[in-house]
C-alpha cells in the first residue's frame, strides 16, 4: 500500500481518530459525521474532512464516513496492522508505568523487553516483563526484531541508550530522558518530553495574565 | 508584549531550542549559528531561521543568533518568565515519575500539589509534596492560583478529575490518560498519551517492511 506524504500535525490526530473510531465499533456505529469526529475529539469538521480526504477517504452527504472501513484504513496507514516489538530502558517509575501501558497497545505493538543498568533490578517482573541487564539489549532488541526503543534513563544516559539502539537495529526511538540524542539520520525519534509538552501548553495558557486583571 | 500567533508545530519546537540554547549558556557560549542549531537538534537551519523570524528574531551573517537574548525571548513567549503552578491527580508510577521532573522545571514552572482517590496514599510523599484527598482539589487548586492540571488516572476516571479541573478553573489540561476528555473551549488540552505518541511514530517506521526484504 502507497499513501501520500501525510504531515506531521495529520500523523498526530490520526490516532485520536482511530481511538474515537474504535469507541464507535465497540457500541456497533456504522457510521459517523465529521461534525460528530469534531464535537468529539474539539476539531474543525472542515479540518477533519481534510485530514480523511488526505488518503482518499470521502463520507458520503447525509450519513458520513464508515466506521469500520476508517479503522482500518487509519489501522493501515499507522501500520498497526502490523507486528510491532518495543523495546524499554529504563525499568524505574516512568518505566513501569509506560509498561502498564501493554494493556492499552492491542493491535499488534507492544512492548515486549525492558532493561536496566541497575544490578538490584534485573529480573524484577514488570506484567509479565522481566528486567534484563543491559548487556543484553542488543542481542535481545536483534533476536526480537525491535522495531522501537523507548528511553526512559537519566539524562545523562540517554545518548549511550541511543547508541546501543541504533547499533541493536531500531527504526525509531521514543525519548522521555530530557536530553536531546544524536543518532542517524534514517532513525525516527520523537521526543516525549514531559517539560517540553508543559513548556508547549503554557504558551496556550490564558495571554491576558501579563496585562492587569480585567 | 504581544506576539503573532505562531503555529503548533512552531511552539512544540520552541522548548527544544531553549533546551540547547540553556546548555550553551551554562557552558559561556555566546553565539550560535542556525547551522550549529540545526546539527544539534537534527533540523534544518532553514527551518529554524523561519521559526525564529517568527518573533522577530535574526541573526548576523557570520556570527549567529545571541544566545542570552534568545534565552529570554522564547521564555518570554513561553511564559516561562510568570510563575506557573501545576497540579496533578493520580499519584500512582506515573504521577510520581512526573513529580520528579520538578527538578528540571526550573523556570517558575512546578507541581505545587498532587491529589489522588486512594485513601492508601494521602499523605504520601512524592518529593517535597503531600498526597492530597480528591475533596481537597477544587479548594487547594483555587487558593494556589494552579493553572495547568495534569490527570494521570485510568481512562475512566480522567472525565471527573477534568470536570474538577474545569470547576477549580484551570486554563490548561495535560492528559496522560488513554481517553479524549471534554472541557469548554476556552481551556486547552494536550493528550500526553503514550500510546499516541508510539502510534504516530510506527508511521514512521520503515515503510519497506510490508515489501520482500531487499
Redesign the interface.
Known sequence: ?KFPK?S??V??R???Y???LNELAKSDVQTVSSQDLGR???LNPAQIRKDLAYFGEFGKKGIGYDVGYLVEKIRG????D?E?R?ALVGA???G???C??NA??K?N?RISAVFDANPNRIGDRINQLSVQPMEELVRTVREQHV??GIITVP?TEAQRVADQFVEAGV??I?NFA?A?I?VP?QI???????????????????RG??EEEE
Open positions: 500500500m501525510i506531521e500535525a500523523v498526530r490520526l490516532p485520536m482511530l481511538r474515537f468529539r475529539l474539539d496507514i499507522l501500520k498497526l502490523q510491532i518495543v524505574g517509575n516512568l513501569q508505568a509506560l502498564n501501558y492499552y497497545l493491535d505493538m522495531r522501537i539524562a527504526e525509531g521514543m530530557p536531546i544524536k539520520s525516527r525519534v520523537h521526543y516525549a518530553d514531559f517539560t517540553i509538552e508543559l513548556q508547549s501548553l503554557a504558551y496556550y495558557l490564558n495574565e501579563t
